[in-house]
């Protein structure tokens, strides 16, 4: 599956939002992505697309969960966004199947809260 261009606006606010989660402020990171998601659904993108950025701020609320030790966020989080992002190897240039790889690290460290954030970002796919 491949997703439409965005709109110039559009990529604008998932750049922002890409800047923000790599700075590791998670928050800002999930405000930035949900005017993008207004933006998604005010024009009628496919489903999928508004799904698959629904699915990115939720992992931006995932990890702004973790770093508060909320084991029920984090856990929660993870169960709403598998199915949103499982269906995409890449969206808008971003290499989901990588983000995912990562984002489960933290999943699997609820209780033990040792994940360090160092090196989180979100990956860029590789050109074919």
């Known amino acids: 599956m491949e997703a439409l261009p965005l709109t110039e606006a559009e990529d604008a606010l ?22 993008l998601w207004n933006s998604l659904k005010r024009r009628e993108a496919p489903r999928a697309e508004i799904l698959g950025i629904q699915g990115l701020i939720q992992t931006a609320a995932l990890l702004y969960n973790h770093q508060r030790q909320k ?17 995409w190897k890449q969206i808008w240039g971003i290499d989901v199947t990588t983000h995912l790889k990562q984002i489960q690290r933290f999943v699997e460290d609820v209780d033990t809260w040792n994940q360090t954030y160092e090196g989180v970002r979100i990956p860029i796919a590789e050109l074919e």
């Open 71 to 87: 084991r029920r966020g984090v856990l929660n989080q993870w169960e709403k966004i598998l199915p949103k992002l499982d269906v």
């Open 14 to 35: 998932l750049q922002e939002g890409i800047h923000e989660f790599d700075s590791k402020r998670y928050w800002h990171a999930h405000e930035s992505w949900e005017d």
